[in-house]
């Protein structure tokens, strides 16, 4: 039997692609940047599946591109914003994510980049750099405490819960604010996004992008947070309207923001947050480390493979289109 045809849109860690390979015909976009749109379109023709990266954007037109051979949709990533779900769920595919094995890898960095917005390890080492460390100062470098502090966390899937696990070491406060969760779990409470907002000396997004969370993080919800606020985005850029994150952090309306995700994304480097000190700008690494990136290769190729062989996905984010099946 012929092997499967598949386009894959960037080098992944070898556990997945060595998978992918003895399965499938591959086509294997080489570049270190993604495949421009028109690539997309031209080399999905005719494949039976498509792995994607949260850099592509894969909707009904590069599933029209494919054809009626595509039985999956593997995203390496456990955001999907980036795959338009009703359009695939339409054509009857399965759309496959990578969650669960990168929650405490990116729960880590969440917590990483409160920490150093906290405690001003960016601007420590750029002052250090500069040739400005003359000698220890009483006043020098002030930040804010973590231990005892309020964290609020908007969302409490499983990477907001990894935060209240964490926070439970640092004797923090834990409030949640997430509308398809009640079960107050790792010592925090549920309460309405306007409490919160008011109450946190932290605030770190852990919610997908939708329609509904798209600028969540608004002039309006700023201008409710404490001046000593710090906000950590670890979750999709969209999240937050950057123009009025702009406007809060230059007029010190909150004290500072940690950014692991941007709208637009990559920031250019021109863009005026990138003028402030007291935002922490990482690119969207939050997943990166070694033994993660690699489950989560291993964990797209499964998707891929069994969707290949008409096999429901180990992790499939729509998975009303097996409900259609007889
Ligand atoms: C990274 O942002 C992911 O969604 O896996
Ligand atoms: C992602 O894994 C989440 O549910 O937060």
């Not at 932290?202 to 309006?220: G, I, Q, R």
């Not at 999709?236 to 406007?247: P, W």
């Amino acid at each position: 039997m012929k092997r499967p045809r598949v386009f894959v849109t960037r080098l992944i860690p070898g556990e997945g692609l060595a998978a992918v390979r003895a399965h499938c015909q591959a086509d294997i976009w080489p570049g270190e940047l993604p495949p421009p749109r028109q690539e997309i379109l031209q080399r999905v023709a005719g494949v039976d599946g498509i792995l994607s990266l949260l850099t592509d954007s894969i909707d009904g037109a590069v599933m029209d591109a494919a054809g009626p051979r595509l039985k999956v949709i593997s995203n390496y990533a456990v955001g999907f914003d980036n795959v338009h779900i009703a359009q695939a769920t339409a054509r009857g595919i399965p759309v496959g994510n990578t969650p669960g094995v990168l929650t405490d890898t990116t729960a880590d960095f969440a917590f990483a980049l409160l920490m150093a917005a906290a405690r001003r390890v960016a601007d420590g080492d750029r002052f250090t750099r500069a040739g400005r460390w003359k000698t220890w100062g009483p006043m020098l470098l002030l930040g804010q405490d973590i231990t005892g502090a309020t964290l609020g966390l908007i969302g409490f899937g499983r990477i907001g819960q990894g935060m209240a696990r964490r926070a439970q070491g640092f004797d923090m406060k834990v409030l949640y604010h997430d509308p398809d969760r009640q079960d107050d779990r790792f010592g925090a409470r549920a309460v309405d996004l306007d409490s919160l907002l008011r109450r946190s000396d932290f605030v770190s997004l852990h919610v997908p992008l939708t329609t509904e969370t798209h600028h969540l993080v608004n002039a309006n919800a700023l201008s409710r947070m404490k001046p000593t606020a710090i906000l950590i985005n670890t979750a999709r850029g969209g999240v937050v309207d950057s123009e009025a994150l702009y406007h809060a952090l230059k007029t010190d309306q909150i004290a500072g923001a940690a950014l692991d995700v941007t709208e637009p994304e990559p920031i250019p480097a021109d863009h005026p947050l990138l003028e402030l000190d007291n935002v922490i700008i990482a690119p969207h690494m939050a997943s990166a480390s070694v033994a993660t990136r690699g489950k989560m290769a291993r964990m797209a190729a499964a998707n891929l493979i069994a969707g290949l062989e008409g096999e429901r996905l180990p992790h499939c984010v729509n998975p009303q289109v097996y409900a259609e099946t007889p």
